[in-house]
């Protein structure tokens, strides 16, 4: 007869059995929703591919559809985890951050978007991808995303206006150009390394990048040492590096 303790080793109900199969599947999870970011980035929707997805998290092409059904459920789940996500927590620390005025959001908002953006290229990537034609992506993307964002980004930038803290101009359009100005130097990184001879993800870089193109919006704000109504006069080198030497920020 076996031993009690043989049966109970053998017991697949076992809590910390349970824990270890819930730990493996959040991990596969994570694997597949990492390798589907990478996809949807250079395939878009259209060109992307379950199989090479799940080739590329190493997991079996049955465990994508098990977690996430189809393409178009995988790939909400990745946008999810990009955008609404990442919403949701902007909006938590707006509300984390009270005292403090409309002016000082934005900016530390914007200075966070830079952070992420530098972090997460293939976000702006996959965007790049889904806003260019209709779809029912681009649809469910705006309703769920987008639209919540800009709506909220814009009453900042009007608030910040009104206080003469940034500069003018239809405050959604505004918010377009900085998401172009931020993210379009990640997007391009190779050709950036190759120009400046500095990778635009060393950290010295992004946070120069940050400085630049916050001042290039903000006007006013000593405290994040933006005084000037016009922007400042970069101190960069303009050449390209020569072999072996690396873009000077100062």
């Not at 493996?24 to 060109?47: C, K, M, P």
């Not at 997805?53 to 985890?81: C, D, M, P, S």
Request: proline content about 5%; aromatic content about 12%.
């Amino acid at each position: 007869m076996p031993q009690t303790t043989d049966l109970i080793g053998k017991n697949p109900n076992r809590p910390d059995r349970q824990r270890a199969w819930q730990k493996r599947s959040l991990e596969t999870r994570e694997r597949i929703l990492t390798a589907a970011a990478q996809e949807f980035a250079h395939q878009g929707f259209d060109g992307a591919s379950t199989r090479n997805i799940a080739a590329a998290a190493k997991v079996q092409h049955t465990l994508v559809t098990y977690h996430f059904q189809n393409k178009e459920g995988l790939w909400r789940a990745t946008l999810y985890g990009l955008s609404v996500t990442r919403f949701q927590q902007f909006e938590e620390r707006l509300a984390g951050l009270r005292g403090v005025d409309d002016s000082a959001k934005l900016y530390l908002y914007l200075d966070d978007f830079i952070q992420y953006s530098a972090k997460n290229p293939d976000f702006a990537r996959i965007m790049a991808h889904v806003a260019a034609k209709p779809s029912e992506q681009l649809d469910w993307l705006l309703d769920n995303a987008i639209r919540p964002i800009f709506d909220r980004t814009a009453g900042l930038i009007t608030a910040a206006q009104a206080a003469g803290k940034f500069i003018t101009g239809e405050p959604k359009y505004l918010y377009y150009l900085f998401i172009g100005m931020a993210t379009r130097i990640f997007l391009l990184s190779a050709e950036v390394e190759k120009i400046l001879g500095v990778s635009p993800y060393d950290p010295e870089f992004v946070n120069h990048h940050k400085h630049t193109c916050l001042q290039m919006f903000f006007r006013n704000m000593p405290e994040y040492g933006i005084t000037e109504p016009q922007v400042a006069g970069s101190k960069a080198k303009r050449r390209a590096p020569r072999t072996g030497e690396r873009y000077e920020m100062v």
